[in-house]
């Protein structure tokens, strides 16, 4: 975290959004285009994930080879589930109830799911190296990916900011918390569990969806109580980050009113 690496990465994604914010304002590009643009990074970052993470691997009874993903690498994460809801958004109704719902989390979660990400890159402690940052193409789809949902956020807040108001925060921290909650069924569907002569004595690998279930740092969650209290404290995290970014919108919709 924060090595040189890091930083110039940090620096790189920083300018690229400052970029791409004055090209959208300057040649007054469109929202729907900006989702365009978005569905094809979103294209070239799976395939550039999958075909430099997948592995061939023998098939334990020997019988051949088969390729292996693993299962962290499915777009469950909270900016990796951003995919589906910029294709949503794309081909929905931009004047249903639904297509304003979806805007209005997509809005605060793509914003703060990325710059988490950028902040803490699990791409340095779970993929590569620090030393590989500039020459594994995981780190450049993980780098670019995240500041391409920091500039979908920026670019909701742009054309939609001033449609938003107090319900629409609550239907994000709504949205929010229901994904989060999903995410411990699905955390416990893709852990591996193992047993001794039918007790269950611990996990043989597991997954972090939603960080539901450890912290992206090093931080041991040592009994039941600890991880509740985990849950709560990032709930309230969550219910927190929302309310911020929503803060300029719900002021604005406050002014507005008087």
């Not at 591996?192 to 939603?210: A, M």
Request: hydrophobic share 50%; charged share 10%; with cysteine.
């Amino acid at each position: 975290m924060f090595s040189f690496q890091h930083i110039i990465w940090l620096l790189i994604c920083f300018a690229i959004v400052i970029l791409c914010r004055y090209l959208i304002a300057r040649f007054e590009i469109g929202f729907d285009k900006v989702l365009a643009g978005c569905m094809m990074v979103c294209i070239a970052s799976e395939l550039t994930k999958i075909f430099s993470s997948i592995t061939v691997l023998p098939l334990v009874d020997g019988s051949g080879y088969a390729p292996y993903l693993e299962m962290s690498f499915l777009p469950l994460h909270l900016c990796s589930i951003q995919i589906v809801f910029i294709f949503i958004l794309k081909y929905t109704d931009k004047n249903s109830k639904f297509y304003r719902i979806l805007l209005a989390f997509v809005y605060p979660t793509s914003i703060a799911g990325a710059v988490g990400a950028l902040l803490v890159p699990t791409v340095f402690t779970s993929s590569v190296p620090p030393k590989e940052a500039f020459s594994h193409p995981i780190v450049y789809q993980y780098f670019l990916f995240h500041t391409m949902l920091i500039i979908l956020g920026l670019s909701i807040y742009h054309f939609y900011g001033e449609k938003f108001n107090g319900k629409d925060c609550i239907n994000a921290v709504i949205m929010s918390l229901t994904l989060f909650f999903v995410s411990i069924y699905v955390n416990s569907v893709f852990s591996i569990p193992q047993y001794d002569e039918g007790v269950l004595v611990g996990i043989e690998k597991s997954v972090n969806f939603f960080i539901s279930f450890r912290p992206p740092i090093d931080i041991q969650l040592l009994s039941k109580s600890a991880w509740l209290l985990y849950l709560c404290i990032l709930f309230a995290i969550g219910i927190l980050i929302v309310f911020v970014l929503y803060l300029p919108v719900l002021l604005r919709s406050k002014k507005k009113t008087h």
